[in-house]
Antibody, heavy 120, light 107 residues
């Protein structure tokens, strides 16, 4: 079955970096875009952007430029989110989510989420 | 960016009730709207896309309607497993945006 499995929770200090992975299975990885969505504690869903899994070209939403980097390793069907210079306000659950159908931007499936906690 | 506004923000209902959640877009989005259900500690789950198309495996008590700026999600006969938070999402234009969520609680 189509599945996205994310890496485990992370506890980081301010100023550090973190890399979250999202491993896809059950479909052709390069046929569907991958999106990233943030959910701060007790808050709603915020779309961070997407990466073209065919070309590797990322698109970032406003507010997620500079410190946020989307990348791929197509040999292992895995997408990555790297956040540098972490701040306390980056504390959130980060989800990867596949386009439901190639070329449409409703999301299915979602990864299980990765909690990133930034605290000194 | 297109702003998505859900109402109500929270809702109390009983098992067996019929409930409706509304989502309004700040500009027309045709039918480029999806609905998700999220339970505590879990990832969102797609319920409906293209405003009214039920995702495979989703119970038929869920339905969606609307186009343009006004949309609704209806649950025809609430079951215990339906108590969760619901989000609408527009995918008409970038940036993709979500409503603030509607928390459905047991009365």
């Amino acid at each position: 079955q189509v599945q996205l499995v994310q890496s485990g929770s992370e506890l980081k200090k301010p100023g550090a970096s973190v890399k979250v992975s999202c491993k896809a299975s059950g479909y052709t990885f390069t046929s569907y875009a991958m999106n990233w969505v943030r959910q701060a504690p007790g808050q709603g869903l915020e779309w961070m952007g997407w990466i073209n899994t065919n070309t590797g070209n990322p698109t970032y939403a406003q507010g997620f430029t500079g410190r946020f980097v989307f990348s791929l390793d197509t040999s292992v069907s895995t997408a990555y989110l790297q956040i540098s210079s972490l701040k306390a306000e980056d504390t959130a659950v980060y989800y990867c989510a596949r386009d439901g159908v190639a070329g449409t931007e409703w999301f299915d499936p979602w990864g299980q989420g990765t909690l990133v906690t930034v605290s000194s | 960016a297109i702003r998505m506004t859900q109402s109500p923000s929270s809702l109390s209902a009983s098992t067996g009730d019929r409930v409706t959640i509304t989502c309004r877009a700040s500009q027309g989005i045709s039918s480029y709207l999806a609905w998700y259900q999220q339970k505590p500690g879990k990832a969102p789950k797609l319920l409906i896309y293209a405003a009214s198309t039920l995702q495979s495996g989703v119970p038929s008590r869920f339905s969606g309607s609307g186009s343009g700026t006004d949309f609704t999600l209806t649950i025809s006969c609430l079951q215990s497993e339906d108590f969760a938070t619901y989000y609408c999402q527009q995918y008409y234009s970038y940036p993709i945006t979500f409503g603030q969520g509607t928390r459905l609680e047991i009365k």
